[in-house]
C-alpha cells in the first residue's frame, strides 16, 4: 500500500488543493481531494485484470469549483432535501437556503461541505492506508443550529474494499445527515450510460415524492413497478418501463429513497453488476436508507479524459436517513444529533470481478 500526495489547482477561494491517491500492491486505487473532500477517481481490473476508473469526475480544480453535479462530493450538513427548507427541533424553527428550485433545499445548501476547504490527515498501514479530512462547520453555516465537527475518513484496502466513515459532535442540537455522492460506472467513467449495468437493492418500500420530490410521508410497496430491484434488473429495463411508473415521472428515471430490510443494523443494502466487464459492487452500511440516483439530468462537458456525461451516465447509491426526516418523525431513526451524542456511521463499497 502507498499514498502519494500532489497539488490539484486552487479553490475558488485562491487556497491549494491537494490530491491524494491511496494504491494497493495490484496497481488498484482511489483519489481524494481536500477541497469538499471529494472522491475523485476508483479504478479497479475487470475480469481480466484491466484496471479503469468507475467513478465520473474531472481532471482540474476548475470543474470541481464549479457546477458539477455534485460528483463525488461529502454531502452534508444534510443529504438530501429538506421540504421548504424548514425543520423544527426542541420548539425552535429554523430556514434554509431554498437552493431546489427556490422552494427546497439540497444537500445542506448552496455553501454544502463540498464546497469547503478540509483538513487532511493521511494514515498508511500494511494492508490498507487512510486519510482523514476534518471540518469545523461554524454555527448558524447554511442555516443550521450549532458548531459541527465533522471528519469523514477514506480508507482503501488490499481487496479492493472502499471504506468511508462518517464522524461528527456538536455543541447545540442540529441535523446531520452526511453521504457520498459519487457517480459510479463500472464500465468505465466514460462507457456512455449505465442502462446496462444489473441493480440490486434489499428494499421492500420506497418513500414516495410529489413533483418537486419531497417525500409524502408513507411508504410506498416497491411490488410490481420498475422500482423493485430485490431480486436485480439490468437498469435499461427499469428505465423503458418508466411510463408505467408514476412515482419515476418527476425525476425521469431513478431518484428513489429505498428504506431497507436491515434496518440500522451493518448489513447489505444493494448490489451492481457489469456482465461485459465482470466488476460488481456491493454497498454494505449501517444506515437505514440508500438513494438510488441515476444522472437523470446530466449534462456535463469537460469530464476526465474530455469525456461527455450525459443522462444515465453514472448512479449514485447514497446511504442516508431518509429525506426530510425531520418533517416526518414517523420515518426510521433520526438526523437530530445532541451535545455529547456522537455521529458515527460507515458505509463499505466493496469491488470485486466475477467470470
Partial sequence: MAITAKPFGKAPDGQEVTMYTLTNQTGASISVIDYGAILTSIIVPDREGNLADVALGFDSMEKYGAGHGSMGDTIGRYGNRIGKGRFVIDGVAYQLALNDHGRNSLHGGPGNFATKMWEACPVEYAHRDSVAFRYVSPDGEEGFPGTLDVTVTYTWDEDNNLIIRYEATTDKPTLCNLTNHTYFNLAGHDHGTVRDHEVMIDADVITPVDDELIPLGSYMPVSQTALDLREGMLLGEGLDAMDTCPQMAPAQGYDHNYVLRKGSAMGFAAAVYHDGT???????????????????????????????????????????????????????????????????????????TED
Avoid: W
Wanted: charged fraction near 20%.
Fill in 278 to 352: 465482470g466488476r460488481s459492487m456491493e454497498v454494505i452500511t449501517d444506515q437505514p436508507a440508500v438513494q438510488l440516483y441515476t444522472a437523470c439530468t446530466a449534462d456535463y462537458e469537460g469530464g476526465k479524459g474530455g469525456a461527455h456525461y450525459g443522462r444515465y451516465s453514472g448512479l449514485c447509491l447514497e446511504t442516508q436517513h431518509c429525506p426530510d426526516d425531520p418533517n416526518n418523525p414517523q420515518f426510521p431513526g433520526t438526523t437530530v444529533l445532541r451535545p455529547g451524542e456522537k455521529y458515527d456511521t460507515t458505509t463499505i463499497y466493496v469491488f470485486r
